[in-house]
């Protein structure tokens, strides 16, 4: 039957890369449109979607700055890449009906709307999903930071971070056949060992509000749908 949802409101991350395919650089609008229908998914189940998307698709400050950029302008531009992803995931959810609104941390008001906290809550419960784009508004910052300070703003439940393996492990299970996965692990395990899940800012973000993180893998065969009501594999960070 259908899955009950676990959580009424939650923020959904994914990174940049996600978005680009096989073509390895950019977006590839059928990749962009699979992720949107298991967004459309939770969404029919009655929940209230906040969404980051990451930009390392098309440009990550620190690559910039390691050729020779100045650090804030390639921050600038990585910022600049959120937003065109998404855009790209707000034409892929309003051609399968959904409303949206891309809400910009740097307003630029003939693109989309610029954050204002109280809006973005209404539109939510308007079932609105909510695409906060140019993470943070801030150089030096990640959109995993960014999604979980939109999290706690938005009073979300949860994080869910979709990724390319079915959760947290504790080395690289695609260099290491024996590497273990976690069903749950805390935020200081996390610091502590320094494993791969959100950056330390954004674990100690999401510690410090007491917002448990998902990590699930986009490919799960239940979907977003199924780990949303506890279904499938994923690692509970809490
Ligand atoms: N960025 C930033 N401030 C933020 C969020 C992002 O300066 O609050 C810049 C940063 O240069 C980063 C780029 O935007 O490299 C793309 O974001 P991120 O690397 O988090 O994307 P992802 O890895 O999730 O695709």
Not at 31 to 59: K, L, W
Not at 79 to 91: D, H, I, K, R
Not at 155 to 161: G, N, R
């Amino acid at each position: 039957g259908t899955p009950a949802p676990l959580y009424s409101r939650v923020m959904l991350k994914i990174s940049g890369e996600a978005l680009m395919g096989d073509q390895g650089f950019g977006l590839n609008p059928p990749t962009v449109e699979r992720i949107a229908r298991q967004v459309q998914e939770i969404h029919a189940m009655g929940v209230e979607v906040c969404m980051v998307i990451g930009g390392g698709n098309i440009f990550r400050g620190l690559q910039g700055s390691a050729q020779g950029m100045e650090r804030t302008t390639a921050d600038y531009m990585g910022m600049l890449a959120t937003v065109m992803n998404a855009l790209a995931m707000q034409s892929a959810l309003e051609a399968l009906g959904i409303n949206t609104r891309v809400i910009s941390a740097i307003p630029m008001d003939q693109v989309c709307e610029p954050y204002i906290r109280r809006r973005a809550v209404r539109h939510l419960e308007k079932k609105r999903v909510c695409i906060f784009a140019a993470g943070t508004g801030n150089p030096y910052f990640t959109t995993d930071t960014a999604a979980t300070l939109r999290a706690n703003e938005m009073k979300c439940q949860a994080i869910f971070k979709g990724t390319q393996v079915d959760g947290v492990y504790d080395s690289d299970p695609k260099s290491n056949p024996d590497a273990k996965r976690y069903d749950t692990v805390t935020y200081d395990e996390v610091l502590a060992k320094n494993l791969k899940v959100m950056d330390a800012s954004a674990i100690a973000l999401a510690r410090d509000n007491r917002l448990p993180i998902i990590v699930f893998s986009l490919a799960e065969p239940g979907g977003l749908a199924g780990v949303l009501s506890g279904q499938g594999k994923f690692t509970m960070v809490g």
